[in-house]
């Protein structure tokens, strides 16, 4: 079955960097995007970027861009996101998600929605 | 950047009522070539992650029951619950997967009244 299981939860102080993983298995890797979204405490999911695993080739938010980095290592079945100059308003669960993707007859692989997420990564940013 | 428009923001309602959730997209989702809105929703219960529900904007996901269905094209959709259960109290979204950033809406708390 798929799974995608995340890294432990992280203390980080201002300032520094974070770097949380997302472990792969039950699908073929290299086949579907992989995304991170992120959720303040009480507040709403919001998307932080996505890589594809095949190429590595990136895609980020605006609002993050110049400090989120997505990597991946398809040795391992791993990507990664790292976060760098972290703040107070960066503590939040952080989550990576799976790009479904079907075919359809005549136009060939469309993308369906995030099938599958991480159990999330609690991320504290204190002083 | 599509930017999504979620209403209400909380909603009550009695067990075994319908309940609706709406979602605005400031631009059309409705891919052309392959005919599909490329709209979700997800479920979220409380520390959880949020669960995908409906894709394609009507299409149901693999195990989630009947009693939800979702429906709408371009720029408007709505997300139904024929008759609540109380496994249904959680917070809804929709989000947009046709361009990136694949924003979501601000979410919907339902519970019961």
């Known amino acids: 079955q798929v799974l995608l299981v995340q890294s432990e939860p992280e203390v980080k102080e201002p300032g520094a960097s974070v770097k949380i993983s997302c472990k792969a298995s039950g699908y073929s890797f290299t086949t579907y995007y992989a995304h991170w979204v992120r959720q303040a405490p009480g507040q709403g999911l919001e998307w932080m970027g996505k890589?594809?695993?095949?190429?590595?080739?990136?895609t980020y938010a605006q609002q993050f861009r110049g400090r989120v980095t997505i990597t991946r290592d398809t040795s391992t079945r791993r990507v990664y996101m790292e976060l760098t100059s972290l703040r107070s308003e960066d503590t939040a669960v952080y989550y990576c998600?799976?790009?479904?993707?079907?075919?359809?007859?005549?136009?060939?692989?469309?993308?369906?929605?995030?099938?599958?997420w991480g159990q999330g990564t609690l991320v504290t940013v204190s002083s | 950047d599509i930017v999504m428009t979620q209403s209400p923001d909380s909603l009550a309602v009695s067990l075994g009522e319908r309940a609706t959730i709406t979602c605005k997209s400031s631009?059309?989702?409705?891919?052309?070539?392959?005919?599909?809105?490329?709209l979700a929703w997800y479920q979220q219960r409380p520390g959880q992650p949020p669960k995908l529900l409906i894709y394609?904007?009507?299409t149901r996901e693999s195990g989630v029951p009947d009693r939800f269905s979702g429906s709408g094209s371009g720029t408007d959709f709505t997300l139904t619950i024929s008759s609540l259960q109380a496994e249904d109290v959680a917070v809804y979204y929709c989000q947009q997967y046709y361009s990136s950033p694949c924003n979501f809406g601000q979410g919907t708390k339902l519970e019961i009244k």
């Open positions: 631009q059309s989702v409705l891919h052309s070539s392959s005919n599909k809105n490329y």
């Open positions: 998600a799976r790009e479904g993707a079907e075919i359809i007859p005549t136009f060939g692989v469309t993308p369906r929605g995030f099938d599958f």
């Open positions: 890589i594809n695993p095949s190429g590595g080739v990136t």
């Open positions: 394609w904007a009507s």
